[in-house]
């Protein structure tokens, strides 16, 4: 029997067409776009384009894409959507009620943490409350759309489900001078720290007069190296808003104000003191004894340290427990679910974000933030920038460097700042 020869397929690839719009070109999102369509197996064909002339003027680009199958020209349109590129096919976002409590349908749109807006009724509308790693859902009485987390589904909410009808506007990356531009490149210890710490003192300085707000979330190690003075310092004079931590930075900081130790090592003298072992126990046990730590601040029996400045100068603090703590402090929240509630109420009128010496604050505040609030990361670990970064946060800029020297140089150049704007 002779074999029979396949013939190729003369079946049509599926087509859609997007546009990219905005500085498409020096911020890499048209070749972005471009890789997204051939590593997933599709093919693209620029069918118009025009680039901005000047640096202010936008580029716009329209693209078909093809793919052989719908699941591969489905799952492109989802990457791209991420980058901005926007179907020219005029669409309102479909929706699908949630069938159950606490988890979104088959098929809902992702979000990310860039700004995105949603067409219901042939009209454009702001997403709120962005956030990335969660659903959108729409409020047909008002026609708003927020983002809304998975545990936090109801049945019967209507969920955006799929990219039609969906568009997404991501960050520019401004040009801020060569010294942050240094610090969005490759991980490294070799940085200018000098100019890094100048650039951070004067973004927070011109944060603060011109009414923004800034979030502080620390570690243990800004006690046990001997900066919780440095900090203090930032408290009174105003740059500290809101502070995140977990139990052990208010535990060691107590601990310090009681006993002058952390972790039992005398902070002045670096030794271990008598005893020590036991001071971070006894220092919850008393704050614990005196119905938590604001009542601790006015009674007298907790006169300085980090804690002590956020209740003298009214800033709020929230600290989230994790399995491995000892007490905790009465203020700590142990149930995690309810601290990430807390904290995504607590970040909405945030404009600027220092993470010191923590990675799992860090990283658990990253995925909250929206991409157009700056964050600075300082961290001795190269690994703390890298996971913020990998995870999305891509606003991040990372200084590899120990706690002491960061916030006590810090505090000079605010101090600076402020005598020569007098």
């Known amino acids: 029997m002779t074999p029979q020869r396949s013939t190729p397929s003369t079946a049509k690839p599926l087509t859609e067409e997007v546009e990219l719009s905005g500085h498409i070109i020096d911020s890499l999102l048209l070749p972005k776009v471009l890789d997204c369509i051939t590593s997933r197996g599709g093919q693209f064909r620029i069918k118009h384009i025009t680039i901005g002339q000047e640096r202010r003027d936008p580029s716009i680009a329209v693209i078909e894409i093809q793919a052989d199958t719908e699941a591969v020209l489905q799952e492109i349109l989802a990457q791209v959507a991420d980058h901005g590129a926007v179907s020219t096919e005029a669409q309102d976002c479909?929706?699908?009620?949630?069938d159950m409590e606490s988890a979104f349908p088959e098929g809902f749109y992702s979000t990310t943490n860039q700004r995105t807006e949603v067409r219901i009724d042939g009209h454009w509308f702001e997403v709120k409350e962005q956030e990335m790693d969660c659903g959108i859902v729409i409020d047909a009485a008002s026609r708003t759309a927020r983002c809304v987390p998975m545990l936090d589904v109801i049945a019967g909410m209507p969920i955006v489900v799929g990219h039609l009808g969906v568009r997404v506007f991501p960050e520019e990356r401004q040009k801020q001078g060569q010294v942050f531009e240094f610090m969005n490149s490759a991980v490294s210890t070799e940085k200018p720290k000098g100019a890094a710490v100048r650039e951070i003192a004067r973004q927070m300085f011109e944060t603060l007069r011109s009414g923004g707000r800034i979030l502080v979330v620390g570690g243990p190690a800004i006690v046990h190296t001997?900066?919780?003075?440095?900090l203090?310092?930032?408290?009174?004079r105003g740059y500290v808003h809101r502070l995140f931590a977990g139990n052990a930075l208010a535990t060691h900081d107590i601990e310090l104000s009681l006993f002058g130790t952390s972790l039992g090592v005398k902070v002045d003298r670096g030794d271990l003191a008598e005893a020590g072992h036991e001071h971070h126990l006894r220092a919850i046990n008393r704050i614990r004894r005196a119905g938590g730590i604001g009542p601790a601040v006015h009674t007298g029996l907790l006169k300085s340290g980090i804690m002590y400045e956020c209740v003298k100068n009214h800033v709020e603090f929230l600290l989230a427990g994790s399995i491995r703590d000892d007490g905790p402090l009465p203020e700590v929240i142990t149930d995690a679910i309810e601290a990430q509630r807390l904290m995504r109420a607590q970040i909405r009128d945030i404009t600027f974000c220092l993470m010191i010496a923590t990675t799992l604050h860090s990283i658990a505040v990253g995925n909250l933030l929206p991409a157009w609030v700056k964050v600075v990361c300082v961290d001795i670990?190269?690994?703390?920038?890298?996971?913020l970064n990998d995870r999305g946060s891509f606003q991040t800029s990372g200084l590899v460097?120990?706690?002491?020297?960061?916030?006590?140089?810090?505090?000079?150049e605010l101090q600076s700042l402020e005598a020569n704007n007098k």
């Open 381 to 387: 670990n190269p690994s703390t920038v890298i996971k």
């Open 94 to 98: 479909r929706l699908v009620p949630a």
């Open 232 to 236: 203090c310092q930032l408290i009174r």
């Open 401 to 412: 460097t120990d706690v002491e020297p960061f916030l006590r140089i810090l505090d000079q």
């Open 226 to 230: 001997g900066s919780a003075e440095h």
